[in-house]
């Protein structure tokens, strides 16, 4: 019997497996008349990490949220495993959503409920909406989120407030959120952009682990292309909502750095080494 097998007759929903990401000729024009992306075509693989940088404004959200359809595409498809995202709305969208973990620059907790409770949260994504309603939780609920918490360090800060803790302490639980809904993906809108360079090194190592024991297909914009070379394999640079850059981060030379900033490197586009 195999382990979902297993899970499915204990009665939990088994764990995920990572999905690939496809965008094929994407544009999105926001109702305002701002073109954000223009015909942009992108294949990751399921189980990859892969960057995306370029300056403020140039559409690395707005990339990343047409992935779990928070932003709808104006022209083009975009698949995640076996779902196609544009189009969907409703409850079909709610249930794609639900396979994709997001982490934000503002980690997005609510910081007067304690660490236990913000990672519980992230069982109710998939959850029907009446058990979300009740907030009825399972022994296995909780010790998934337990174990998200375990995975990040943070299983000895549980019952703090969220309030109480750093912008890294405070990240690594809105990971162990993502993680408590078993992703196939894993979304992080520049997770890093507001902690300082150790603690962005500490979470980005989190996010390379993550990827790497449990094979999750993870997309993380980062506007500065160091932290890119060091954490990710492949990095896609945006201009002016314009993929310009597709390809291993680490051989990516300044000719391209200007490429996708359109200026030259200066030092504070560098945030450092890790140790
Ligand atoms: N909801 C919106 N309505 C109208 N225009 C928007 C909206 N969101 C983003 N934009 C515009 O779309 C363009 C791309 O923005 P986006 O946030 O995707 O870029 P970004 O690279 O992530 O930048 P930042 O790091 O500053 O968020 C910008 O010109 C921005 O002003």
């Avoid at 959503?97 to 236990?116: C, E, K, P, S």
């Avoid at 980005?204 to 297909?217: G, K, P, Q, Y």
């Amino acid at each position: 019997m195999t382990h979902d097998t297993q899970a499915a007759e204990a009665g939990h929903a088994p764990a995920s497996a990572a999905w690939p990401i496809r965008l094929d000729g994407v544009s999105v024009t926001y109702p305002n008349g701002t073109t954000a992306l223009r015909d942009v075509s992108l294949d990751i693989d399921a189980g990859e990490m892969v960057s995306i940088v370029g300056l403020s404004g140039s559409g690395k959200s707005t990339l990343i949220r047409t992935i779990n359809g928070l932003v709808p595409v104006t022209a083009g498809t975009v698949t995640v495993g076996p779902h196609t995202v544009s189009g969907l709305h409703g409850r079909r969208l709610r249930e794609v959503r639900g396979h994709v973990g997001m982490i934000f620059q503002g980690f997005n907790l609510a910081t007067r409920v304690d660490v236990y409770r913000n990672t519980l949260v992230g069982r109710f994504a998939r959850a029907g909406r009446l058990r979300t309603l009740l907030g009825v939780t399972s022994a296995r609920d909780r010790e998934v989120a337990l174990t998200a918490l375990d995975t990040v360090g943070m299983l000895d800060k549980v019952w703090s407030r969220a309030a109480a803790l750093s912008g890294g302490q405070q990240q690594r639980v809105a990971i162990a959120r993502a993680l408590s809904q078993e992703p196939s993906i894993m979304l992080a809108d520049e997770p890093v952009a507001s902690l300082d360079p150790p603690t962005a090194h500490a979470v980005m190592s989190e996010l390379e682990r993550i990827n790497a024991e449990r094979h999750l297909t993870v997309l993380v914009n980062l506007h500065l292309m160091d932290l890119a070379r060091q954490y990710t394999r492949r990095m896609i640079g945006l201009r002016d909502g314009e993929l310009v850059y597709d390809g291993p981060a680490a051989e990516a030379t300044e000719a391209d750095f200007e490429q996708i900033y359109g200026r030259r490197i200066r030092p504070q586009d560098r945030l450092g080494d890790r140790t």
